[in-house]
């Protein structure tokens, strides 16, 4: 009786084994044997993954650029801190407090003590370059230059149209605010301990390359504080150096082109045509004499700061061609607005440093391989 009742069990236990290796998943469309067409698919996805990469740095422009001006913020208080752990051994968190209170304590200063001062030569400046500016259309109508009935607003949009778009952050003076704001913090809470952000990235990174990630960032950072301090010094001689001779030559508006050309030497290139062209063109407004004059010091404290100033400051920084920055700042003027303008040098250097040091240790590898 056993062996018969357990005949129909094992019988039918067999025929739903059966039924299982009948119904066993076989493979689908998505699913390749072939491991050429494997290859295939897997380049198209680096392929497709870069593109998908690139639109949304275009999508996501605003925020990027905001990252990366707090990196640079960041740098400079680093920097800052640095230089002062020199002479006054203390944590680095007070050192740090005291370099972001001497900074903006500074700003304040200006804008407190001569805001009233700077804002009505302001206006008046804004009268004068327009003045000289119809004068200059109007020789250049009476040469054939340009056509007739030109006008000044007409040629100015037609120049900012060639620049590129500005980003919306920074389209009006309340997004100017908020987006120097968002900066400023970022900055501040990187600067507070830029080893914990490190880790962080390196953390994303297989253990086999963290070494050469910490190496390529503590030489990006040097790079860059080193860019940054000649960018500094560089603002404050140009603007110190031009305000005190344009005061001796008695050209008007000393204190607000000294301050003009200080903030515009933070970008190379452009800044100085920009603070060249209005410094001249309020000299002649004063007088051929004045013009000279003003012709003089701007060739004077240009040259004085670009082979003097700058390169004692930041000899051991990434030597950067005055084309390929120029180049990457109409890129980036084009395609991020005023912030992409402002940090294509910081952008350039940083990534100049960084395929150095990967092509040098790629040819140690090569070489230890050997």
Same mark, same amino acid.
Do not use: C
């Given at each position: ?39 295939? $698919?897997? %380049?198209?996805?680096?392929?497709? !993954?870069? =593109? /998908? ?6 999508? &996501?422009?605003?925020? #990027? ?97 060639? $620049?590129? %778009?500005?980003?919306?952050?920074? !389209?009006? =003076? /309340? ?6 704001? &968002?900066?400023?913090? #970022? ?184």
């Amino acid at each position: 009786m056993a062996k018969a009742s357990t005949a129909p069990r094992k019988a039918k236990a067999e025929k739903s084994v059966t039924t299982i290796v009948e119904h066993v998943e076989v493979p689908g469309p998505t699913e390749f044997s072939d491991p050429r067409m494997a290859i295939e $698919v897997r %380049r198209a996805a680096v392929w497709l !993954g870069m =593109a /998908l990469l690139i639109v949304g740095v275009i999508v &996501l422009a605003q925020p #990027i650029m905001l990252i990366i001006g707090g990196l640079v913020f960041s740098v400079i208080l680093d920097g800052g801190t640095r230089l002062l752990g020199r002479v006054l051994p203390i944590p680095r968190g007070w050192r740090l407090a005291i370099v972001a209170l001497l900074g903006f304590g500074f700003i304040g200063w200006v804008f407190y003590y001569a805001g009233t001062t700077l804002a009505a030569q302001a206006e008046a400046l804004r009268a004068v370059v327009m003045e000289q500016a119809a004068r200059l259309m109007a020789v250049a109508t009476s040469l054939g230059l340009l056509p007739e009935g030109g006008s000044i607003t007409g040629l100015q949009s037609q120049v900012l149209g060639g $620049v590129g %778009r500005l980003t919306s952050a920074v !389209g009006s =003076a /309340l997004g100017a605010l908020t987006s120097m704001f &968002l900066m400023i913090v #970022i900055g501040i809470f990187i600067a507070m301990e830029p080893r914990l952000y490190d880790r962080g990235v390196a953390w994303m990174f297989p253990v086999r390359y963290r070494s050469g990630f910490y190496a390529v960032s503590n030489r990006v950072g040097f790079t860059l504080r080193r860019l940054l301090a000649g960018r500094l010094a560089g603002m404050a001689f140009e603007g110190v150096f031009t305000f005190l001779m344009l005061l001796v030559g008695g050209v008007p508006f000393a204190a607000l082109l000294g301050l003009i050309t200080g903030l515009l030497a933070f970008l190379p290139n452009i800044g100085a045509i920009i603070s060249g062209v209005l410094m001249i063109a309020v000299g002649f407004s004063a007088g051929t004499g004045e013009g000279l004059w003003a012709i003089f010091v701007y060739f004077f404290v240009q040259n004085v700061d670009g082979y003097l100033v700058v390169p004692y400051i930041a000899r051991r920084t990434v030597d950067l061609a005055p084309a390929v920055v120029l180049a990457a700042q109409l890129v980036f003027g084009a395609l991020f607005g005023i912030l992409g303008l402002m940090l294509a040098d910081p952008i350039v250097a940083a990534v100049k440093v960084t395929l150095e040091e990967w092509s040098k240790r790629g040819a140690e590898a090569d070489e230890g391989a050997g």
